[in-house]
Nanobody, 115 residues
């Protein structure tokens, strides 16, 4: 099992920044990918950004150039730096880890972009 603890959500004005963190613990060997998804009100969950064990990254088109995903040297914590936030970025953000055939999800952290 992999446990995920997210932090960093909150309320921010349009144009502002937030950084989300997700710390993984438990069976964290051989993690293939770590990343973030989000679910906005009335919408389906969508990929935000992901980083693979080899360091490759993938971003949703809507966040490319504004969000940056990174991880610590131990590859157990993943971050997403979110800049130039827009109202449409408002969502619950979920940390995601893939290890082999298994996927693990955090409980979610709310990000609200509003003036």
């Amino acid at each position: 099992q992999v446990q995920l603890v997210e932090s960093g959500g909150g309320l921010v004005q349009p144009g502002g920044s937030l950084r989300l963190s997700c710390a993984a613990s438990g069976s964290i060997f051989s993690i293939d990918a770590m990343g973030w998804y989000r679910r906005a009100p009335g919408k389906q969950r969508e990929l935000v950004a992901v980083v693979t064990s080899g360091g490759s990254t993938n971003y949703a088109a809507s966040v490319k150039g504004r969000f940056t995903i990174s991880r610590d040297n131990a590859k157990t914590t993943v971050y997403v730096q979110m800049n130039s936030l827009k109202r449409e970025d408002t969502a619950v953000y979920y940390c995601y880890v893939r290890r082999g055939l298994y996927e693990y999800w955090g409980q979610g952290t709310q990000v609200t972009v509003s003036s």
